[in-house]
């Protein structure tokens, strides 16, 4: 969440980039909770000191002993007329703490569902279609003398994947994969896992499950409960990625500075329930409710040089990926409207699939600035010994099934056979290259 008092005296900055942001949310309509619940506090304040002090009136008067010894059992008229005047107060104190509470928690709840900042460098735009296009690695690939098949009918000729029976098993968007399939999606994620323990990040076996105070401090709740599936009877829920467990494994902890950057990274399934996509990627394995990302997590210093680095860094880290997957990519900046309301600045890596015609989303980028830290309650003491909030990071490094796609159509040959970067051959046994079945004639 936002420093209200930051909120305070930057109200114009942060309406703009709401405004950037299409959010439909009004500064001055947080300000004036925050208004009405300082002054019920300042209210509370005042009747309950009030209160106190006719409550120590009433025991002057009923008789207590002095600082002399001396009773005083004083009017007992007097004392209960102060007796009621302590009720009464007692009662309108009961009523402001009502009030105040009912204001803290609609307070509370606003400052949960604000938005980000957006970095001045972001581009403008409602949708993806605005997203500006940074950088190129490779050019779309050209195919020669025959015709491609997408990533399901190559799926179905090697024997990778098997759809129909995941939807018999599961439901709408699930899969089993298959043979060669499952090693190719252990391999790509293998790959990943290496390479960013090799760049200094600390591997985690995480939690697949998150509590709701968990996934408020990752910044995924109140926003995306629609999108989490719950276990059922239970505060509890399946996560969408491992960003989730990353970062509340230093929740509520001070890091010395001296531990940044903290690298954390994790591969580990994830569960998405997908709500508006009805009708969207449907085919295949783009757009599924169950799948694996390894991820990178990063907690730096609260500077924007710093958090400006870190972004580049974990960007080139999923990049390099892609380069050992011999995968035609681009780097995309995200417009304001497609970004997560958590984030500051995102970049989105778009990877060639052939089958679509276009680039598809297979990896995101994001700075979120200290947004996410306040949430979760994660600090570092700088070199004058000042308590502030981290930067946090995160990426996709890689996720699987839907890198298979880009995998299997780049990689197809005349010959029906794909081809095996050399990157993962080590993770394949040493396998070139899928080849297609013996048809008996």
Request: charge should be negative; charged fraction near 30%.
């Amino acid at each position: 969440m936002l420093d209200i008092r930051w909120v305070r005296e930057n109200a114009e900055r942060i309406q703009e980039d709401w405004d950037r942001r299409g959010a439909g949310l009004s500064v001055s309509e947080v300000l004036g909770l925050d208004q009405a619940r300082r002054d019920l506090l300042r209210e509370t304040e005042r009747l309950r000191e009030e209160r106190n002090r006719w409550s120590r009136a009433v025991g002057r008067r009923i008789g207590r002993v002095d600082g002399d010894g001396i009773e005083d059992m004083g009017n007992i008229g007097d004392a209960e007329s102060l007796k009621l005047q302590v009720k009464s107060l007692q009662a309108r104190l009961a009523e402001a703490e009502a009030k105040l509470e009912k204001a803290e928690r609609e307070y509370r709840d606003a400052m949960l569902r604000l938005p980000n900042l957006v970095s001045p460098d972001t581009p403008d735009g409602r949708t993806d279609r605005d997203n500006v296009e940074v950088r190129r690695t490779g050019e779309p690939t050209a195919f020669e003398g025959f015709e491609p098949l997408d990533h399901v009918a190559l799926g179905e000729l090697h024997g990778l994947m098997d759809l129909p029976r995941g939807v018999k098993a599961a439901g709408s968007r699930h899969y089993y994969l298959t043979g060669a399939g499952v090693r190719l999606h252990r391999a790509v994620q293998q790959l990943a896992l290496d390479l960013l323990e090799r760049r200094g990040f600390r591997p985690l076996e995480v939690p697949l499950m998150a509590s709701r105070e968990t996934l408020v401090g990752a910044g995924f709740f109140p926003h995306g409960e629609d999108q989490t599936y719950r276990i059922a009877d239970e505060e509890r829920w399946l996560v969408g990625t491992a960003e989730v467990p990353l970062v509340a494994y230093h929740g509520g902890e001070t890091l010395d500075a001296e531990e940044l950057p903290v690298r954390l990274t994790a591969a580990s399934l994830c569960f998405r329930n997908e709500v508006g996509s009805a009708g969207r990627d449907v085919r295949g394995l783009y757009r599924v409710h169950q799948f694996a990302k390894v991820e990178q997590v990063v907690l730096c210093e609260n500077d924007l040089t710093a958090g400006e680095r870190m972004l580049e860094e974990i960007t080139a880290n999923a990049e390099e990926i892609l380069r050992l997957l011999e995968l035609p990519c681009r780097v995309v900046a995200v417009c304001a409207g497609d970004m997560g309301v958590k984030t500051y600045k995102q970049f989105d890596i778009e990877t060639w699939m052939p089958s679509r015609g276009a680039y598809g989303e297979t990896h995101s980028s994001s700075l979120l600035l200290d947004y996410q830290a306040r949430r979760a309650n994660i600090r570092y003491r700088d070199a004058e010994g000042r308590l502030r909030y981290c930067y946090t990071l995160n990426n996709t490094a890689v996720a699987s099934p839907r890198i298979l796609i880009p995998l299997l159509e780049n990689h197809q040959r005349p010959d029906g056979s794909i081809a095996i970067p050399a990157a993962l051959r080590p993770y394949m046994n040493g396998l070139e290259k899928l080849e297609p079945p013996v048809r008996e004639a």
